[in-house]
């Protein structure tokens, strides 16, 4: 099945999707249909993220009519054989259900979905405002291969947390291959799980008897060319039947590992790949280097003869590196200052004027915010304002114990 959100937040799906059975009320059956139909179950609301299974399908929706950045709704339908729905049983569902792990009261905020064949994970980070930014995996659904990465075979039908993963991680994209799972953190860590190493190859890869098997729990991918196995500026990643996609470097590399047959991890070759390779992104046909300083050659045609045209691009790159460092520290304060990832879409207003009032902003937010959103602002800065005090308490006693020390000092050499 297909499916999509328009510009108006309205999602729209088409091919074998769930439909209520004509025959029995509860009933779930999968009806094909060969152009876009509208999901009317979310009018009023605005689709923000949605995914799919074989036959399952996962969307986060606006609480309330809009969507201007607030907290989402997890919803769920279609096949429930594995527990796919996170709903907490097997019972197939014709028409969307909220998780209850997400719904509006949950203490976890909904940011990024993707669905395997039969499971499910979702990236969430706290709602509380006492503690640092918590950011988590949570999947559920078939088991059988470690695509859950709880380490166990089980299928679950609750939502359970990706216990695996650097506990101060904070995860910027997660994505599901058919039986694989994988995710990537701000600082460019990368971990994958599920079927043949998470790698997500079939069982006839070519690993050797001691290496062969599936990982239950989340296994570091590392990148070759950087010391401490980071990728620099990841953006995505994304996850093929038997392969998984890193965009890195703020978009400039690809990243490629998993099944080669076809040849579709790009990098000229049909062989599966066992570790990270960087796929021929830009064609190395073309004169490209990879190197510090890069050349590109426009070949342009005056007189009959070519002017090779070569551009010095390491200032660029420069800037590049920068702007990437920027938009990830934007990113990371404004989580903890607002409690949630900075979208494009709803930029401050008082950056139109070329100058971020946050005065003016934290106190839009708190006229806008309900009661429950206030009394954890309260919360939060209630925890703010004692750890301020204890620290200055502990200063104090430091200063007096050294005053103290002094004095004796002195009275010793009298």
Known sequence: ?????????????????????????MGFCLASSVAPLPVWDFHGHTVVKVACGNEHIVAAVSAGEMYTGGELVCYSWGNNSHGQLGLGHTENRPRPEVIPAFNQDSPWAVYEISCGAFHTAILT???SYDQEINSRCWTFGLGDNGQLGHGTTVSA???????????DAILISVDCGLFHTSVVSVAGEVWSWGMEKGLGLCPDASFSRHDAGDALLPRRILCSQSTGGNFAGPVQVACGAAHTVLLADDGYKIWVWGRGRSGVLGTGKTADSFVPSVAMWPPLDEDFKEEGVGVRSDKLKSGGHEIGQRVEVNEVQLLREKLAVMERYANVLHISIFRKPLDERNLPKSLESGVFDITRELENMMESADTDELARLEMFYRSVLSSVKDKLMRRRVQEMVKDCLVSLSKGRQQ
Do not use: R
């Open 1 to 25: 099945m297909s499916l999509a959100i328009d510009s108006l937040g309205a999602l729209w799906m088409w091919g074998n999707c769930p439909q209520p059975s004509k025959t029995d009320d």
């Open 157 to 167: 039908c609750l939502p359970e947390p990706v216990e695996g993963l650097a506990h």
């Open 125 to 127: 980070h706290s709602k």
